[in-house]
Nanobody, 126 residues
Framework: QVQLVESGGGLVQAGDSLRLSCAASERTIGNRNWGWFRQAPGKERAFVGGINGFDNSTRITDAVKGRFTISRDNGKNTVHLHMKSLKPEDTAVYYC???????????????????WGQGTQVTVSS
């Protein structure tokens, strides 16, 4: 199974930016949807956004639209979540995942993602 490793999390102040990265252990970026999810303490895991690895279409949830974007780097088998104007409510563990359901735009349902990274903590202080 392809291993996914997230990186880039940390402690930042409100208004700051972060870039999260999700690196795959092998060349697989083009035949999967890639999703970013987050889970805040006491809350369910929620879809943040995704990118279709084949046609590059993206989907961003309304809660972060205009502040978060997703990109991919095929050469490095890596997908990035670019976050700006961070707010304390963005504090969560962020997970990347892949889905063989190659849809346009990417599906938001976590149950359709079958491969997950270990997560990276993002903490935004006020």
């Amino acid at each position: 199974q392809v291993q996914l490793v997230e990186s880039g999390g940390g402690l930042v102040q409100a208004g700051d930016s972060l870039r999260l990265s999700c690196a795959a252990s092998e060349r697989t970026i083009g035949n999967r949807n890639w999703g970013w999810f987050r889970q805040a303490p006491g809350k369910e895991r929620a879809f943040v956004g995704g990118i279709n690895g084949f046609d590059n279409s993206t989907r961003i949830t309304d809660a972060v639209k205009g502040r978060f974007t997703i990109s991919r780097d095929n050469g490095k088998n890596t997908v990035h979540l670019h976050m700006k104007s961070l707010k304390p409510e963005d504090t969560a563990v962020y997970y990347c995942a892949t889905s063989t359901h190659l849809t346009t735009p990417p599906v938001a349902l976590s149950a359709l993602y079958d491969n997950w990274g270990q997560g990276t903590q993002v903490t935004v202080s006020s």
